[in-house]
């Protein structure tokens, strides 16, 4: 059974940084494209960043480009979301997401397209 556990998470201040982490169990990661997105309450949940399944090919919300960067490190089945000059409105509840499979340099943007999830991790940004 795969299991994708999110950590990292908490509260800071505007402008701190922070760094999810996403360790699976069950399954190599190395065969996964990889997700990180967010749910804020009353809103859809979206995507935030994603990376093929080597990490040679990444995606980046408009709205956190320049800030947060995804990695994986394969050998430690993790994948990270590094954050930056955290906002408000970066405040959400974080999940990562797996897409098993995928061909090399692929990336996948839906969440209909993710096959495993964690259980996501609260992050709150205050003034």
Same mark, same amino acid.
């Given at each position: 059974?795969?299991?994708?556990?999110?950590?990292? !998470?908490?509260?800071? &201040? $505007?402008?701190?940084?922070? +760094?999810?982490?996403?360790? %699976?169990?069950? #399954?190599?990661? /190395? *065969?996964?494209?990889? !997700?990180?997105?967010? &749910? $804020?309450?009353?809103?859809? +949940?979206?995507?935030?960043? %994603?990376?093929? #399944?080597?990490? /040679? *090919?990444?995606?980046?919300?408009?709205?956190?480009?320049?800030?947060?960067?995804?990695?994986?490190?394969?050998?430690?089945?993790?994948?990270?979301?590094?954050?930056?000059?955290?906002?408000?409105?970066?405040?959400?509840?974080?999940?990562?997401?797996?897409?098993?499979?995928?061909?090399?340099?692929?990336?996948?943007?839906?969440?209909?397209?993710?096959?495993?999830?964690?259980?996501?991790?609260?992050?709150?940004?205050?003034?």
């Amino acid at each position: 059974q795969v299991q994708l556990v999110e950590s990292g !998470g908490g509260l800071v &201040q $505007a402008g701190d940084s922070l +760094r999810l982490s996403c360790t %699976a169990s069950g #399954r190599t990661l /190395s *065969s996964a494209g990889m !997700g990180w997105f967010r &749910q $804020a309450p009353g809103k859809e +949940r979206e995507l935030v960043a %994603a990376i093929s #399944r080597g990490g /040679s *090919s990444t995606y980046y919300a408009d709205s956190v480009k320049g800030r947060f960067t995804i990695s994986r490190d394969n050998r430690k089945n993790t994948a990270y979301l590094q954050m930056n000059s955290l906002k408000l409105e970066d405040t959400a509840v974080y999940y990562c997401a797996a897409a098993w499979n995928l061909y090399p340099g692929g990336l996948k943007v839906r969440p209909g397209d993710y096959d495993n999830w964690g259980q996501g991790t609260q992050v709150t940004v205050s003034s």
